[in-house]
C-alpha cells in the first residue's frame, strides 16, 4: 500500500480512504503498516498486536522504568468519590492503581488484568487482580460506581463491543474512566511521529477525539466528554443523558504518592525488585518536591547496591562498567539523575553531579542498544540529563559546558530550547562567565520571543531573566540604546506576566530592574551596535496578544509620547483641544520622562482628561507603541510633544480615512518651524515636490516619505496587525512601518487640505549618535527583509545613497563643531553604507582613510583655503566647501547650517 487507498479504519468499524503513515517493524521483528483514516482521523495499525506474554524480565523493566505511576495515580483523580466506592481496574497490569484505590482512598477495589503482569502484581502488591479478559458476560458479581480502563482500548480489535460490555458493568450514576493515544499526535502526520506514537508493537489504533467520542455514544452511554491534553486523549462516561461529566485530575499530590511509595518500600512482603523500583521512585519524587533528600538518597542507594549489587555512590565506576559491556538494571538511569538533580536543586557538589547525569546519559543508551526500547521516560531523563550536565559543568569546568552547550543545540537535543537556553545563559553570568557565551547571544534572543509568547511562570521569569540579562551586557559593553531595550522588554513582560509570578520574585525583580536603569542612565549614546542584538518587534509578541480589542467606531485615539516635554506639551494639547472635530481620547505615554512633564499636564484645564500610561523609557517607537494597544478608537492619531496641529486637522483626515476603507494611513502637509515657533518652510511637501506617489519598495525607500506620524492618521486595526512601529528606531520608525504596511496590501495617501507645525530643533551630539545608529539598525532591516532578487537591487542598496549623503552632512557638521569623537563614529558608519550604495567610485577608499582622521580633514580644507575661491569651490565637493567656509567664517557669511548638495567627487563614480 503507498499513498492514498482503501482500509480497514477500527474506530469508523468500515472501509474508508486512508493515507499510509508509516511501515515499521514490532518489538517481536514483524511487519506493521500505519494508515490515517481521511473520515474520522484515527490511525489503524496493521499487524500491530503484540505477540509476546509478559515474562518476568518485562516486569522487572516494566518497575525500573517506574511503571508510569503518576500518570496512574492521577486518573483515580478525575472522579470525586469517597470511601466505600466500588472500583474496577480494567486492564489493572501489574495493581498499583487498584493498591491506591484501597490503601489510600479506601475504595472497595478489584483488578481485571489477563497477562502475568496481573499475577505477579496482585501477588506482589497483595491486591485482588482477576486473571481474565473482561466482556458483557463476565460475572464480577456486582457493578461498579468507578471504571477505570487506563491505555486499554487501543489493545482492543472490536472497541465498541468493549465499550458495550464497560456499560454493563457499570452502576447507575457511576463513571467510566478511559484514557488512550491521541490519534492528533501524528498531525503533522510523519512517519517518524506515528511510529513514536504507537510503540514497537500491541497497538492496533489511536482515536481521534471525534472517534473516541462516537465511539462511546454508539456504545449506549448517554454523556461523554472527550478532552485532549498532549499526547493522551482522557474521557469520562456515563448511561444517563445531560450530566456534566469533569475529566480533569486533581490530584495526588507529590507527597500522597511519595507516602504511598513509602509503604511499599517499607512493606515486608514486598520483593527486592519492586522495593528497590519503588525506592528510586520515591526518591525522584522527594527530589521533585525540593526537600534534602539526603537520607532518603542513602536508603535508595542502600537498597539498590543490596538487589542489584550497583553502587551508585560511584557513579564513574557504574559508568565504566557499563562501558565495559556489563548488563546492569534499567533502574540505574532514573537512580543517577534523581541523585544529580537533587544536587543541583541545593545547588552542592557539582563535580558528583556532573558525574551522575553523565552515568544516566550512558544507562540511557545502554539501554536504547541492548534492548531496542527507547520510552517517553528514557528520552526524557536523557535530555535533561545532558541539559543538567552542561548546567553542573559551568560550575567545574565552563570550557566544557559552553563546548556541551553548542552540541546539544546544535544537534537539536534540548527539551524546551528556549527555556534551556535562557537557563544556561542567566547560570553562565550568574558564573562571571558571560563572556564566554556573546556568540550565542542570538540564540539567547530569540528564545525569549517564544518565551514571552509563553502564558506559565517558568516561561516568563525566563524571559525577564534572558532580557535583564542581555541588558547587563549590553550595558558592559556600553551600548546604551540596547540596554534600554532590553531594560524595557524585562519591564513590559513582568507587567503583563505578574499575575502568574510569585510576589516576592516580582518585587526582586522590580528593584533589579530599577538598579539597571541607574547603571544605563550612567552610559553615554553610543552609534556602533554592540555585539549583544536589539530585541525587534517579535519581541512585544506577549504585549499584543490582547490588543485586539472591540474599538469604537469612528473614533479617534491621540496619542503622545512624552520625554522631557516640558517647554512645548502645553501648546501641543491645547491644539488638540482646539480641534473642530474632538477625539475619543487623549493617551500621554510617560515613556520615564524625568523632568515635570507629567504634573504639567496634571495642572493643565482642558476639555479633556489625557489618559497618562506610564513606563520605563524605552525611546518614542515603544513608548508608540504601548499607546497603541491601550487606545480605544477605530483611528490612530499621533502627535509628538513639540508638534502643534491646526484646528481642522483630525475632521480632514477622518474624512479621508473613514470613506476609503483600503487606506491604514493618511497624513497631511507640514510647515518646518524652528525651536522658538518661527516658520521656516511653509508647506513642506508642496514646496519641496516630495514624491506622493510610491508603488514599489524602491519607490518607498529611494527618498524620505516623509509622512510624518504627527501629520498622520492611521487604522488601528492595520497598526495592530503589523504590531506597530519597530522600537530599535528612533528615526527612520516611520519609513519602516510604511513599507510594512505596503507589504501587507495597505494603501497609504497624502491628503495636503491639512498642515501641521513641525518643530525642528538644533542637533547635538546625543541626538546626532542615536539618529545615526537608527540609520544603521534601518539599513540592517532593509537588508535582512528586502534583499535583491532577479536582477533588482535589494532595498538596502537603494536607500543607501540617500542614507550615505545624510551620514557624509554630519560627518562635516562634526568638523565644523570640533567635536572629532562624533566624526570619527560618523567615518566608521560611512564606511558600513558605501559597499551598499551604487556608482561610488575607487576614489571613496581614499577619502574615508582622511575621515577617519578628523584633525587632517581639517587641516586639508584650510590648505584649500589658499586657493581662489572659484578653483577651491570647483575642487571640493559641496559639502567640504561649506565646511571650509564655516571654519574660516572671515571668507563669508556664517552658514546657520550644512546643505546636503551633490555626493563628494571622491563618492562620485568616474565618468
Request: glycine share 8%; proline share 5%.
Amino acid at each position: 500500500m503507498s499513498g492514498r487507498s482503501r482500509a480497514r479504519c477500527i474506530p469508523c468499524d468500515a472501509e474508508r480512504a486512508v493515507e499510509q503513515l508509516f511501515s515499521a517493524e514490532t518489538s517481536v521483528q514483524t511487519p506493521m503498516l500505519g494508515t490515517l483514516c481521511t473520515r474520522c482521523g484515527s490511525v489503524t495499525v496493521h499487524g500491530g498486536e503484540l505477540q509476546s506474554e509478559p515474562n518476568d524480565h518485562f516486569v522487572d523493566h516494566y518497575l525500573q522504568s517506574e511503571a508510569g505511576i503518576d500518570t496512574i495515580l492521577q486518573n483515580l483523580y478525575r472522579v470525586e468519590r469517597g470511601p466505600g466506592t466500588s472500583f474496577l481496574d480494567v486492564g489493572a497490569n501489574y495493581g498499583f492503581a487498584t493498591r491506591y484505590a484501597r490503601d489510600v482512598l479506601g475504595w472497595n477495589a478489584l483488578g481485571v488484568e489477563p497477562s502475568y503482569a496481573g499475577r505477579r502484581g496482585s501477588r506482589e502488591l497483595g491486591v485482588e487482580i482477576l486473571e481474565q479478559y473482561v466482556t458483557a458476560e463476565t460475572t464480577l458479581g456486582r457493578t461498579f460506581d468507578v471504571i477505570l480502563a487506563s491505555e486499554v482500548i487501543e489493545h482492543v480489535p472490536d472497541p465498541r463491543e468493549f465499550l458495550r460490555a464497560m456499560n454493563v458493568h457499570l452502576a447507575p450514576g457511576g463513571v467510566l474512566l478511559l484514557t488512550t493515544p491521541a490519534a492528533e499526535i501524528v498531525r503533522p502526520a510523519t512517519e517518524q511521529a506515528a511510529i513514536q506514537a504507537v510503540g514497537p508493537g500491541g497497538h492496533l489504533f489511536l482515536a481521534s477525539t471525534d472517534a473516541l467520542r462516537t465511539m462511546l455514544a454508539d456504545s449506549g452511554f448517554g454523556s461523554a466528554t472527550v478532552l485532549r491534553d498532549g499526547p493522551t486523549l482522557y474521557a469520562a462516561a456515563a448511561l444517563e443523558t445531560g450530566r456534566e461529566l469533569d475529566v480533569a485530575s486533581t490530584g495526588p499530590s507529590h507527597e500522597q504518592v511519595a507516602e504511598f511509595l513509602g509503604a511499599i518500600v517499607d512493606d515486608p512482603a514486598s520483593p527486592g525488585p519492586l522495593r528497590a523500583a519503588m525506592a528510586v521512585r520515591r526518591y525522584r519524587t522527594l527530589v521533585n518536591l525540593g526537600l534534602d533528600a539526603a537520607e532518603a538518597e542513602r536508603a535508595m542507594v542502600a537498597i539498590v547496591a543490596e538487589v542489584h549489587g550497583v553502587d551508585l555512590a560511584d557513579p564513574r565506576g557504574v559508568a565504566q562498567r557499563i562501558a565495559a559491556g556489563e548488563a546492569l538494571p534499567i533502574v540505574i538511569a532514573p537512580a543517577a539523575f534523581a541523585c544529580g538533580m537533587r544536587r543541583v536543586v541545593h545547588r552542592i557538589e557539582w563535580p558528583e553531579a556532573v558525574e551522575h547525569f553523565a552515568l544516566a546519559e550512558a544507562a540511557v543508551d545502554d539501554k536504547r542498544r541492548r534492548y531496542h526500547v527507547y520510552d517517553g521516560d528514557s528520552r526524557i531523563i536523557e535530555a535533561e540529563a545532558r541539559a543538567h550536565r552542561a548546567l553542573a559543568l559551568l560550575h567545574t569546568d565552563p570550557a566544557a559546558a559552553r563546548q556541551l552547550w553548542s552540541r546539544l543545540t546544535g544537534a537539536g537535543e534540548l527539551i524546551a530550547p528556549a527555556q534551556w537556553t535562557v537557563r544556561l545563559y542567566v547560570e553562565a553570568s550568574a558564573l562571571g562567565h558571560r563572556t564566554l557565551f556573546d556568540d550565542v547571544l542570538e540564540a539567547v534572543a530569540d528564545a525569549i520571543v517564544e518565551l514571552g509568547a509563553g502564558g506559565d511562570e517558568p516561561s516568563a521569569i525566563a524571559a525577564i531573566d534572558g532580557s535583564y540579562l542581555l541588558s547587563r551586557a549590553a550595558v558592559a559593553h556600553g551600548d546604551r540604546w540596547c540596554a534600554t531595550q532590553w531594560a524595557s522588554v524585562a519591564e513590559q513582560v513582568l507587567q503583563a506576566r505578574r499575575a502568574v509570578l510569585p510576589d516576592t520574585w516580582a518585587a526582586a525583580a522590580d528593584d533589579r530592574l530599577l538598579g539597571l536603569r541607574g547603571e544605563i542612565g550612567t552610559l553615554p549614546p553610543e552609534a556602533i551596535p554592540s555585539v549583544v542584538p536589539m530585541p525587534g518587534p517579535e519581541h512585544e509578541t506577549v504585549l499584543w496578544a490582547d490588543a485586539a480589542v472591540e474599538t469604537v467606531p469612528g473614533g479617534v485615539s491621540v496619542i503622545m509620547a512624552l520625554y522631557r516635554g516640558e517647554r512645548y506639551v502645553r501648546e501641543a494639547l491645547e491644539s488638540i483641544a482646539a480641534q473642530t472635530r474632538p477625539p475619543l481620547e487623549v493617551i500621554v505615554v510617560d515613556d520615564g520622562s524625568p523632568d515635570g512633564s507629567v504634573a504639567l499636564i496634571e495642572s493643565l484645564t482642558l476639555p479633556f482628561v489625557p489618559r497618562i500610561v506610564r513606563q520605563g523609557n524605552a525611546g518614542q517607537s515603544a513608548a508608540r507603541n504601548t499607546g497603541i494597544r491601550a487606545a480605544r478608537g477605530e483611528f490612530i492619531a499621533f502627535l509628538d510633544q513639540d508638534d502643534v496641529w491646526r484646528a481642522n486637522h483630525l475632521e480632514v483626515l477622518v474624512e479621508t480615512l473613514a470613506t476609503d476603507p483600503s487606506l491604514a494611513w493618511v497624513f497631511g502637509d507640514f510647515d518646518l518651524i524652528d525651536d522658538r515657533g518661527h516658520t521656516v518652510v511653509s508647506s513642506y511637501l508642496t514646496e519641496t515636490a516630495v514624491v506622493l506617489d510610491r508603488r514599489t519598495v524602491a519607490d518607498i525607500v529611494r527618498t524620505d516619505i516623509m509622512a510624518l506620524p504627527s501629520a498622520s492618521l492611521m487604522r488601528r486595526s492595520a497598526l495592530v496587525q503589523v504590531r506597530g512601529f519597530d522600537r530599535r528606531l528612533s528615526g527612520y520608525e516611520d519609513d519602516e512601518l510604511y513599507l510594512r504596511l505596503y507589504r501587507r496590501g495597505y494603501a497609504m495617501a497624502a491628503q495636503p487640505r491639512t498642515r501641521i507645525r513641525y518643530r525642528t530643533h538644533a542637533a547635538n551630539a546625543s541626538s546626532s549618535v542615536a539618529f545615526l545608529r537608527s540609520r544603521l539598525v534601518y539599513l540592517r532591516v532593509l537588508t535582512e527583509q528586502y534583499p535583491a532578487s532577479s536582477g533588482r537591487a535589494g532595498a538596502a542598496e537603494v536607500a543607501a545613497e540617500r542614507l550615505l549623503r545624510s551620514t557624509t552632512a554630519e560627518y562635516f557638521t562634526a568638523l565644523v563643531e570640533h567635536d572629532d569623537p562624533l566624526a570619527r563614529t560618523v567615518s566608521w558608519a560611512t564606511e558600513r553604507m558605501i559597499p551598499l550604495a551604487h556608482g561610488v567610485s575607487s576614489y571613496h577608499q581614499l577619502g574615508l582613510r582622511v575621515m577617519r582622521r578628523p584633525g587632517l580633514m581639517r587641516f586639508g580644507l584650510r590648505l584649500a583655503g589658499a586657493l581662489p575661491g572659484p578653483l577651491r569651490r570647483r575642487l571640493l565637493p559641496p559639502l567640504a566647501a561649506q565646511a571650509h567656509d564655516r571654519l574660516h567664517p572671515h571668507r563669508r557669511a556664517p552658514a546657520a547650517s550644512i546643505d546636503l548638495g551633490d555626493r563628494p567627487a571622491w563618492m562620485r563614480a568616474r565618468s
